[in-house]
């Protein structure tokens, strides 16, 4: 069993900056691919950044490509979603998932508000 758990929502105006954090519990971390989604009311939750195990190349949605940055800490556990530039349609709840091995597990979500 992986332990998830984010942190670092809040609310920030338009054009500020935000970063979020995902540890995650267990020894192979290093191998773990890392997702970040969000989700908005009434919509499916959407893979915005992943980080794969390994060397394999990162991942960015188009929405937040060159604004926002993954990267990861192997000796802590944890990845970090350093988010700029932010706009209001980047309000939504950000949730982690993480892959290890065959099976899959997600954070509570942290809320993100962007808003003046």
């Known amino acids: 069993q992986v332990q998830v758990v984010e942190s670092g929502g809040g609310l920030v105006q338009p054009g500020g900056s935000l970063r979020l954090s995902c540890a995650a519990s267990?020894?192979?971390?290093?191998?773990?691919?890392i997702g970040w989604y969000r989700q908005t009311p009434g919509q499916e939750r959407e893979l915005i950044a992943a980080?794969?195990?390994?060397?394999?190349?990162?991942y960015y949605a188009d929405s937040v490509k060159g604004r926002f940055t993954i990267s990861r800490d192997n000796t802590k556990n944890t990845v970090f979603l350093q988010m700029n530039s932010l706009k209001p349609e980047d309000t939504a709840v950000y949730y982690c998932?993480?892959?290890?091995?065959?099976?899959?597990?997600w954070g509570q979500g942290t809320q993100v508000t962007v808003s003046s």
């Open positions: 267990g020894s192979a971390f290093s191998s773990y691919t």
């Open positions: 998932r993480t892959v290890a091995g065959a099976y899959d597990y």
């Open positions: 980080s794969p195990g390994g060397r394999r190349p990162i």
